[in-house]
């Protein structure tokens, strides 16, 4: 056997690894831990939004809710376990992407003029913002357990900062908020028309399969009402040259409270974000995950 016949042997032996790691059971029941992660995220960080909304103290981001996890007794583990969590559910993904259900190998249309072949591409680019969403979060927690975490919105600041440096870097910050903003209405969108419900498996108990139709939707509208937030500023500091202004989650929840009625607008999205986290929790239980 030649190097060639080497090297394809060995790609294929990992092609057939990866596609068992995608179907492997055992592997997504442990990703599911993810779900409860970002959903205990979530709730920390509506809670928060609430507090700073009534006034009180807080960094409203997910750096902030995950110190909050860590000033609690055993909470050092939790975020070790939530670490895990989130990065096996980012794992998982990115298998299902490439080798598992989301895939556009195998049979069936995956052209993207065509209707079927659409579908196929936007359940892989799903799947794949899912993964980068995931590791996003689980990368928060590393720094935590590393580190000792860090100021989120600062650190926003200074990556648009950076990035509106360099040559065409403020068009490129308007671009990235328009997409935000997108995404969120995608959520809230998705909220109201109940496209989440195809990847559950609906409860046979009426109260348990009225709680997650119920979080879901209120839960998909803060989550979409906090990333319109978060593009809009985004836009906001890019248009007006200074995206020093541009301080993350925490930055656009708070100039939403500054706004009209925003006091009452933020204890909603707060509200919200409490509800999705909750609905994640619920997803952990009741997912396909297909």
Known sequence: MDETDKLKSAA??????AQ?????????????????????VHIILGATAVAVGLGRGGEADQ??????????PFGMVLIVLCLIGCGLMALWCVFNAFFGS???????????????????WVEFIKTIVSAVAYAAVALTFAQSVIGGGSDSGKTSSQASTTLAKAPGGLYILAAIGVVIVMIGIGFCIAGIRLKWMDELRMPRKAPVSTLLIATGIIGYLGKGATLLAVGALVVVSAMTGDPEEFTGIDGALKAMRDQPFGTVLMLAVGAG??????????????????
């Open 12 to 17: 294929d032996s990992a092609d057939d690894a």
């Open 20 to 40: 068992e790691a995608a179907d492997s059971k055992w592997f997504e029941r442990v990703a599911r831990v993810g779900f409860v992660a970002n959903g205990i």
């Open 102 to 120: 989301a895939s556009l190998r195998g049979a069936g249309m995956n052209a993207p003029q065509h209707r079927q072949g659409r579908r196929r």
């Open 273 to 290: 974000l409490v509800l999705y986290g909750v609905f994640l929790s619920l997803r952990a239980r009741y997912d396909r995950m297909d």
């Open 63 to 72: 750096s902030g809710a995950v110190q909050q996890m860590a000033a609690q």
